[in-house]
């Protein structure tokens, strides 16, 4: 018969995780403190064979429409990230089930012909990657918004007014939402593979990280720039938060990748503007940024 007194107090260590996690999510001071913290994590009894690795993610990390896409149900490339990390690194298993429109629900629910992404973590998985949250905050309807709000007032900040509008930064919010949501997807990983590396890998600077503009190739407002740019740090800022918290380690690819963003010219930018140049979808990272990124993986490994 299960004991009852270590069932509550199971619920009691869970209700004090969930409020201690709020609690740095809400306070800037304490974010800030911890933005530059990361937790040691010792190189493990797999350091020096092959190990069993697990991709889990969004389109960020599937890589749609860059050469060469190998499922078209989740729109993943074999030149993303995980797919760069596996070829050079000792690996004996790589199992990448990231896919384009996942949110948090996926690493439970299938999408299509991909099933729970969880489901492709075991006991024996070494190393797990994740790369998930744009989608719980609504990161495609965000960008449409901004665009069709711009041509309102362009030299002005109309998407960040229209966020604002009920007195409080809607955006901001949903990040902070969304925290409960990752922290739960590594918990459940940590219960899949109790001995497993788990990275959460964070999103690229995808807009000029000096505040600039470049209307119209980017249709945003001109002081809408800073107010998105700013809205993906404190994205990433909550997933380092979450990683902290959460027994994992984060890996940082917005500073790897800015002076690359979609407002560069074509040869140097590794993420696309709403109208690509180069295979990939828009607002989405290249082949270059793929590299980029698997780069930060690589380093943090």
Not at 200 to 224: E, Q, R, T
Not at 225 to 236: P, S
Request: aromatic letters at 6%.
């Amino acid at each position: 018969m299960m004991n009852h007194h270590v069932v509550r107090g199971d619920a009691t260590r869970r209700r004090r995780h969930a409020s201690a996690l709020g609690a740095a999510l809400g306070c800037g001071v304490l974010l800030l403190g911890v933005a530059s913290a990361s937790p040691a994590v010792a190189s493990g009894p797999h350091s020096h064979r092959g190990v069993d690795y697990v991709a889990l993610g969004d389109s960020y990390t599937s890589g749609p429409l860059i050469p060469r896409q190998v499922d078209a149900n989740c729109a993943r490339s074999d030149q993303n990230y995980p797919s760069l990390v596996s070829t050079r690194r000792p690996t004996r298993t790589f199992t990448d089930v990231s896919c384009a429109g996942a949110t948090t629900d996926h690493m439970w629910k299938a999408q299509g012909t991909n099933g729970p992404q969880l489901n492709a973590v075991e006991r024996s998985t070494d190393l797990v990657t994740v790369q998930i949250g744009g989608n719980d905050i609504g990161f495609s309807s965000i960008i449409g918004t901004c665009a069709t709000l711009s041509s309102k007032d362009p030299s002005g900040n109309p998407c960040q007014q229209y966020y604002n509008s009920s007195g409080f930064d809607q955006l901001t919010r949903k990040i902070i939402e969304t925290a409960p949501k990752i922290a739960r997807v590594l918990r459940a990983v940590h219960d899949r593979a109790p001995h497993a590396r788990v990275l959460v890998v964070g999103y690229p600077d995808l807009l000029p990280d000096d505040g600039s503009g470049c209307y119209p190739s980017v249709p945003f407002a001109a002081k809408d720039f800073a107010y998105l740019r700013d809205v993906g740090k404190r994205l990433n800022l909550m997933m380092r938060t979450v990683a902290l918290f959460s027994r994992a380690e984060y890996v940082d690819t917005y500073k790897p990748t800015v002076g690359h963003d979609m407002c560069k010219a074509p040869a140097d930018r590794w993420i696309e503007p709403l109208q690509p140049a180069s295979p990939a979808a828009p607002a989405h990272p290249n082949a270059k940024g793929e590299a980029a990124m698997a780069g930060a993986v690589l380093r943090r490994l």
